[in-house]
């Protein structure tokens, strides 16, 4: 069993920054790929950002150049890294975190979200 649990959201202003964490605890190992995806009211959740166990990363394309998924394997923590954010990613975001052994459609597990609210 995993449990995420993020942290790290807020209000910020336009053209602002903030870094979400994602603590993972139980059986986590680079066969996971990790995830962030967000939800804005009234749409359905999309991803934003991956990255394999080996450091591969891929992004959506609306946060392309702004973001930056990162993680550290020792400490079970993925990072978001959010610059020159814009009203448009206001959002409920979420870490996930998928079993890749067998290859896509493994067992994956979600944290509780973290509200990220860009405004002026």
């Known amino acids: 069993q995993v449990q995420l649990v993020e942290s790290g959201g807020g209000l910020v202003q336009p053209g602002g920054s903030l870094r979400l964490s994602c603590a993972a605890s139980?059986?986590?190992?680079?066969?996971?790929?990790m995830g962030w995806y967000r939800q804005a009211p009234g749409k359905q959740r999309e991803l934003v950002a991956v990255?394999?166990?080996?450091?591969?990363?891929n992004y959506a394309d609306s946060v392309k150049g702004r973001f930056a998924i990162s993680r550290d394997n020792a400490k079970k923590m993925v990072y978001l890294q959010m610059n020159s954010l814009k009203p448009e990613d206001t959002a409920v975001y979420y870490c996930?975190?998928?079993?890749?052994?067998w290859g896509p459609g493994g067992p994956s597990y979600w944290g509780q979200g973290t509200q990220v609210i860009v405004s002026s």
């Open positions: 996930n975190a998928e079993n890749r052994l």
């Open positions: 139980g059986t986590i190992s680079n066969v996971y790929y």
């Open positions: 990255i394999t166990g080996g450091g591969t990363t």
